[in-house]
């Protein structure tokens, strides 16, 4: 089973720099989309939802901000939205979480906040990685396969950031957010694109737009599929697909591959 994670920094304007041949492309059974700012009502007329997959829409309240969807073709049943334990979607008005589950794997489509507008942002931010990781301790010791899959605005390590020393200052890449990342692999979640990969320089998932940044391949790895212990046991192969990155979005596709 393929699986693929892309923050596609709006569908609307992804759709016209050419999703659909990407989508084609990557032929992946599940796509999990993150940032799509917009409502299905908003779509272009010539817009379709990909032929063979079932979608759903997990929108934020404000128009043109957040929202995340996934999709797929080898069966969908929504478990939940948000990460309160009660499943109350209004308490997650920004769109930021969709709980899915995919041939018995779970599948959980995270766009995690920004801090980077704002000091009360980054406080946000600060308690909802807290709540996210105690929300996902239910899958750690589970006997069914699990993944987190999205954008995390969190470079993990120093290879995971072209420029260390110049954001250690950051949002995204501050010591304590760092550590909390530590932490939730240490409580038994993996990072398969690094496990597969090995330790290296990279490979990046979202660039800026400033001083050609993206040509330059100077850019930060914020984009995961982690999984748990049972899901990591599937893991067959995990890439990063960068042209996803210089054409669509400015994020880059990550793609994994599950013997399931």
Sequence with gaps: MRV???????????????????????????????????????????????????VIWHPAQKKGYSGVMSCSRVGM?????????DLDETRDPEGRVLHTKHNGMHCVNIYLPNGSSRDQRQAYKDQWIEDLMEWAEMFVGSEEPAILCGDLN???????????KGNKRSSGFLEHEREWFTRLLDRGWHDLLRIHIGSQKGPYTWWSNFRRARERDRGWRIDYVLANDVARSMMKSAEVMREGGMVVSDHAPVIVDFDI
């Design 154 to 164: 969190i470079a993990h390590t120093e290879d995971d950031i072209w420029d260390p």
């Design 4 to 54: 693929v994670t892309w923050n596609l920094n709006g569908i609307r304007a992804a759709h016209r720099k050419g999703l659909y041949n990407f989508i084609d492309r990557i032929d992946a059974d599940v796509m999990l989309f993150q940032e799509v700012r917009a409502l299905p009502e908003q779509m272009p007329k010539d817009w379709k939802e990909p032929e063979g997959y079932d």
């Design 77 to 85: 049943e929504e478990i939940g939205r948000g990460i309160d334990t």
